[in-house]
């Protein structure tokens, strides 16, 4: 499955997981916590800046992006609609109410989603499943077991999309292809639900086999190392996060999200 | 290669005094009273029919069977005079699946990952890993992505991440069972080559045991009451239980192979297609050019793995379109309908061309045996009198009928198989398209499918198999087609 | 053929301690939830996309099938956590194979398996019933609209918000709770559950 290939391209897939993580979560929880243009525009525009610097492949960032570009103007859509009214009303029928106010919300809030998400979204593009086991267990210190059982679940990902097709096919052979498609995509999920524990509790003793799960402790042959591209990385978000607060408190402008 | 100078682990003994098992949540013990001794390096065959415990005992020796929370046991099982789970490491496990062995996308970090867990130091690793591919003959680069190999391949990977563990014993549940007759040879071969650079004890569990024969020098037949029913050198073992063994469903050696049937008669042609060309979706194109089904015959698709026997298998099921060229139902096949079959509604399909897939779960939409049979029929719009009748006599037929209420995942695989066929043949139509049918079938299954096909076969059917088993193909006397990557080659007869 | 008694080999004591299937299951769930998420969102219509973005609260009502993962993974493996790993996990997996939020479904998976997991807690993770199941929907429903509204819709009127909240936890009850609920008898049926103890506790003799 091509969608579930990194981007190697890129000087940022050798940068550790976790300090991509740690910049898109800083980014994203000092950003939500304030709704308002300022915070959100600054970071967008730097963001972009930064993006433009690392020379991504244009065409396959804007499919990837395109998704929460939709998602933030709909939600800007539906805050421009029910948004909490202040200042002249331009329309209001039942529900709904345009005013200056829920503008202004709508535009904040549609900045924010990207200022958050289109970072997050383009860093995450560039991560390797198995590098991000790895940084995740060795840097960050989670517990082995779990990380490393959800990264052999996730490698059976191909293969369930495969039985899927195989249970469409299968459908049609059997005649109850033609109606109800809820019904039978239901059925076809619930089918690759008995699959999927089956190769699963095979996939679980195959690891026990190999020592997976037992009390000696373990080494790691890949190491994952917190460098100081790294440190940079994560410093650079710190940054990012730092001037949006900054400049959007200067100007007056910062408004927290609760209350 | 220098490889094979770095192994250094001595070989394990097994050592078993009364052993038993039960699952938890069943009420029969998978072992029971089993008294089993085996001499470090010794060469173990082990057979047994379905039931009689033998993937719980090797699980049971590489201590994966689990705590008190997975079942109970009894007497006692020593590998190297201590408990299993207490040694992990001293032995290694193969299982019969290749997909859900591979535990990580690049084919050195698999390798290693049995490694890492046992703790061995990182600057041990990577040369453990490149000793352990020279031994089983796998000559590919360390970043290969795992999903890219074939089922062979996958499972001399399987095999050689136990190896770089450097264990004492090698337990193979059914390796070869999900693979074709090359991948057959390259796992054989790989784990004679291990062996050799290894000394490990061995202990193979397998259907077909010409494969193993010249590899071991002593056969273990477990009883279905969970004790030893045979043990001792295999000419002895294979003359003396013979009979429980054919029971058992095992592949006999010089046993006398199955007789050919010749078609009653052959009929019109039901499918043609001409100038064909079929693919998957974003897969590549196999060209297949002219091929014909006709009634009362058989005709097996060959061709080597990823040739695109499957696929040319799903386009004459109606099930995918061809990329060019056309497929063409004859009168009595389409019975009213349009020439392509991909074109027929699935309520219309159901009852002119059944399909049975490689795996039976990938067919089975019903809570019941009885309900799953009814599928078709209602799907068809048959009536329901009509309908009880039909099913009744199938699942008489097929040897399903105590297991009319049962849910079908709950079948053992044979069972699976038949009524994976018996739903495609409820709706009684003019052709039937399997693929894969005998995959890793036992000698007592293969032999009641195969009798099946014949007399579908002989009552005017006409069967497509897509299949690299070449007694199915010799004794249901079908017509070959090969398929390989490039043009097509003409069909013999 | 299998043969089943009705009451388990050594049921009764509750263990806590995850052992490797227990893990390598919850993640499958998670990952065909995962996948299963995906389909779902390719399918939905994406013309319909704006118009129940123009719905006054109304869309909370589509957040059901999203909030199943964790609940499901809680039924079937009974251990503490598993609501939260499994609502992680298959947050994980949508992030990486690219579903619509990207990575914000992280925190959305976070937020929704802490919810459920929290109900699994209140009963001691002594209890699964339907009950049970239902609330554990509600709860990941009630994380799931606290964090969509602060992260989606921070501007929206009481109103909405209440409205949003309250479907959102109600089809968090019914499809993510007692949905998850029926298919974990149902798969229990099918015999794929015999390692667990959800899956002794329905017993078939064949």
């Known amino acids: 499955m091509t969608f579930t290939q990194p981007l190697r391209s890129t000087r940022l897939a050798s940068v550790n997981p976790v300090a991509k993580l740690g910049a898109a979560s800083t980014i994203a929880i000092v950003l939500l916590a304030s709704i308002d243009q300022v915070s959100a525009g600054v ?3 730097v963001e972009c800046v930064l993006l433009g610097f690392l020379r991504f492949p244009l065409g396959a960032a804007l499919l990837r992006v395109s998704p929460i570009l939709v998602a933030a103007v709909l939600a800007g859509l539906t805050t421009l609609l029910y948004g909490q009214s202040s200042g002249r009303v331009y329309a209001h029928w039942w529900l709904v109410e ?7 919300l709508a535009i904040a809030t549609a900045l924010r989603i990207l200022a958050v998400g289109i970072p997050a979204v383009l860093l995450f593009l560039t991560v390797d499943p198995t590098d991000l086991a790895d940084s995740l267990a060795q840097v960050l210190r989670l517990p082995a077991r779990f990380v490393l059982g959800a990264l052999a679940a996730f490698r059976l990902l191909g293969l369930f999309a495969e039985d899927w097709r195989a249970l469409g096919y299968a459908r049609r052979a059997r005649g109850i292809a033609g109606r109800g498609a809820v019904r039978r995509s239901l059925g076809q999920a619930f089918t690759l639900f008995v699959l999927s524990i089956r190769r699963a509790s095979s996939l679980a003793t195959a690891m026990e086999a190999r020592g997976f799960g037992s009390s000696a402790r373990r080494t790691w042959a890949r190491p994952s190392r917190f460098t100081a591209r790294d440190w940079l990385v994560l410093g650079i978000g710190v940054l990012v996060a730092a001037l949006a607060v900054a400049v959007s408190v200067l100007t007056g402008s910062w408004r927290f999200v609760i209350g | 290669m220098t490889g094979r100078t770095r192994f250094q682990q001595r070989p394990a003994g097994i050592h078993a005094a009364g052993w038993g098992w039960r699952h938890a949540g069943r009420a029969a013990w998978a072992v029971r009273g089993l008294d089993l001794d085996v001499q470090p390096g010794e060469r173990i065959l082990l057979l047994g029919g379905s039931g009689s415990g033998k993937s719980t005992l090797l699980g049971g020796i590489a201590g994966v069977l689990g705590g008190d929370d997975d079942g109970e046991s009894e007497g006692r099982l020593l590998l190297d005079g201590e408990a299993p789970s207490a040694v992990r490491g001293r032995a290694g496990l193969v299982l019969q699946d290749p997909e859900t062995q ?8 698999d390798v290693a990952f049995a490694c890492e867990n046992i703790g061995v130091p990182r600057e041990q690793i990577w040369p453990r890993v490149r000793a352990a591919l020279d031994a089983v ?24 991440g136990i190896l770089a563990m450097q264990p004492g014993v090698l337990l193979l549940d059914e390796p070869t069972a999900n693979l074709d007759p090359d991948g057959v040879v390259e796992v054989r071969d790989a784990v004679a080559s291990a062996l050799e650079a290894t000394g490990a004890t061995l202990i193979v569990v397998e259907h077909r045991v010409d494969v193993w024969l010249e590899l071991v020098d002593r056969v273990v037949v477990l009883d279905g009451a969970g004790g030893v029913l045979a043990d001792g050198a295999p000419d002895r073992v294979f003359d003396d239980s013979a009979r429980e063994l054919r029971a058992a469903g095992v592949w006999l050696p010089h046993r006398s192979a199955p007789a050919r049937r010749e078609p009653t008669a052959q009929g019109a042609a039901l499918l043609s297609g001409e100038g064909l060309t079929v693919a998957r979706p974003r897969g590549p194109r196999i060209p297949v050019g002219d091929i014909t089904v006709r009634a009362g015959t058989a005709l097996a698709l060959t061709g080597v793995n990823g040739a695109g026997k499957s696929t040319l298998a799903l386009a004459l099921g109606g099930l995918l379109p061809p990329v060019s060229g056309t ?9 009213g309908l349009g020439a392509s079959p991909f074109a027929w509604r699935s309520s219309a399909l159901v009852s002119r061309i059944g399909s049975v897939f490689q795996n039976p779960e990938h ?6 045996v009885r309900d799953e049979l009814a599928v078709g029929p209602r799907a068809a719009g048959i009536r329901r009198r009509q309908t009880d009748a039909v099913i009744d006599d199938v699942l008489a037929r097929l040897r399903l009928d105590s297991l009319a209420r049962a849910n079908p995942f709950t079948l053992s695989g044979g069972q699976k198989r038949r009524l994976s066929v018996a739903t495609a043949i409820v709706t009684a139509p003019r052709m039937l398209v399997l693929d894969e049918p005998t995959f890793g079938q036992d000698a007592v299954t293969w032999g009641e499918l195969v009798g099946l096909l014949a007399e579908l076969r002989d009552g005017g059917s006409a069967l497509v198999c897509a299949t690299h088993d070449e007694e199915l193909v010799r004794v249901l006397a079908a017509q070959r087609r090969e398929l390989t990557a490039g043009a097509p080659l003409v069909g013999a007869a | 053929m299998h043969a089943t008694i009705t009451t388990a080999v050594g049921s009764g004591r509750r263990v806590f301690r995850w052992r490797v299937v227990d893990i390598v299951v919850a993640a499958v769930l998670a990952v065909v939830a995962g996948l299963v998420f995906w389909v779902w969102d390719q399918a939905s219509n994406p013309v319909g996309a704006p118009i129940t973005a123009a719905l006054p609260g109304l869309q909370g009502i589509i957040n ?12 079937v493996v009974r251990k503490p956590g598993a609501a939260l790993f499994t609502e992680l996990v298959a947050a994980t997996v949508s992030a990486l194979i690219g579903t619509q939020w990207g990575p914000l479904t992280l925190l959305s998976g976070l937020v929704q398996g802490a919810g459920a997991e929290l109900v699994f807690a209140l009963v001691l993770y002594a209890r699964w019933n339907w009950l049970v199941a239902l609330l554990a929907g509600a709860g990941a429903g009630v994380g799931e609209s606290v964090l969509d509204l602060l992260v989606w819709y921070p501007g929206a009127k009481a109103s909405f918000a209440v409205v949003y909240a309250a479907g959102t936890i109600v089809s968090g009850a019914v499809i993510g709770g007692l949905g998850s609920w029926a298919i974990v008898r149902g798969l229990a049926r099918t015999g794929a559950l015999s390692r667990f103890g959800a899956g002794r506790e329905v017993s078939e003799r064949v």
């Open chain 1, 43 to 45: 970071a967008l525009v």
């Open chain 2, 327 to 335: 497929l063409t139902a004859s009168e009595e096949l389409r019975a």
């Open chain 2, 363 to 368: 067919q089975f939409v019903a809570a019941t």
């Open chain 3, 64 to 75: 059901g099938p999203w909030l199943f993962a964790g609940v499901l993974g809680g039924l």
């Open chain 1, 98 to 104: 345009v005013s200056d106010g829920s503008i202004r």
């Open chain 2, 102 to 109: 591979t535990v990580l996308a690049r084919v050195g970090d």
């Open chain 2, 137 to 160: 003959r796998l000559d590919v680069d360390l970043s290969h992505a795992t999903s890219a190999l074939s089922g062979g391949q996958k499972q001399r990977l399987a095999l050689a």
